[in-house]
């Protein structure tokens, strides 16, 4: 049980900014909202994480709704290395910090 | 580069076999993660070891095992081997507080 609920699939065009909704419901008090993609071929790769305020690095920015149901991943300007599968995993605050993938958002970038 | 190494790359071998995957996490990370990608189960969590420890275990069948050793590298090792365990296998690390993981590259393994 992922507990977390993504759109299967997004396009985007080159440059332009990609919003990845997430939903996650359920969520308790202390999880995390953490966002790893995954490139074709290759192991997942973390991207951002987030508790409760919004989050920026140098790869997006995590907008994370006040009742906390609910999350943005945010790419600036999607690339086409950014073509991946994006998931949106909650993460327990304490004890194992194992990741429980579901089936993630494939994004495809239209050059 | 993740900065976390596994090894073999790919691995054939035949029903009833015995493989050992090995991974060797980021210099000073403790916690070390094991998961298995299938394209019928998606990317699953199968154990993980902090510092030597066992410390929490996910879908990981009595026929699997692993250890961490103490220079920290950690070994997969599968027995008895079905033509379901073909998969890719990902080793992760991570710092003592959790936060990120590192993800290797994987180890395909191919039972036929």
């Known amino acids: 049980d992922a507990k977390t609920t993504q759109p299967n699939s997004m396009e985007s065009n080159e440059e332009e900014p990609v919003h990845l909704p997430c939903n996650h419901s359920?969520?308790?008090?202390?999880?995390?909202i953490h966002w790893y993609r995954q490139l074709p071929s290759q192991g997942p790769e973390y991207v951002i994480h987030?508790?409760?305020s919004n989050v920026n690095n140098r790869m997006a920015s995590l907008a994370i709704a006040e009742d906390r149901k609910s999350s943005t991943l945010i790419l600036h300007r999607a690339t086409l290395r950014d073509a991946a599968v994006y998931y949106c995993i909650r993460r327990g605050g304490a004890g194992s910090y194992q990741l429980t993938f579901g089936k993630g958002t494939k994004l495809s970038v239209i050059p | 580069d993740s900065g976390v190494t596994q090894t073999p790359k790919h691995l054939i071998t035949a029903t009833g076999q015995r493989v050992t995957l090995r991974c060797s996490p980021r210099?000073?990370?403790?916690?070390v993660y094991w998961y298995q990608q299938s394209l019928d189960q998606g990317l699953q969590f199968l154990i993980q070891?902090?510092?030597?420890?066992?410390?929490a275990k996910g879908n990981i069948l009595e026929r699997f095992s692993a250890q961490q050793f103490p220079d920290l590298h950690s070994e997969l090792n599968l027995s008895s081997l079905e033509l379901g365990d073909s998969a890719l296998y990902f080793c992760a690390s991570s710092g003592p507080r959790g936060g990120e993981q590192y993800f290797g590259p994987g180890t395909r393994l191919t039972v036929t």
């Open positions: 210099s000073g990370d403790l916690s």
């Open positions: 359920t969520i308790s008090g202390t999880d995390y």
């Open positions: 070891y902090y510092n030597g420890e066992e410390r």
């Open positions: 987030g508790l409760t």
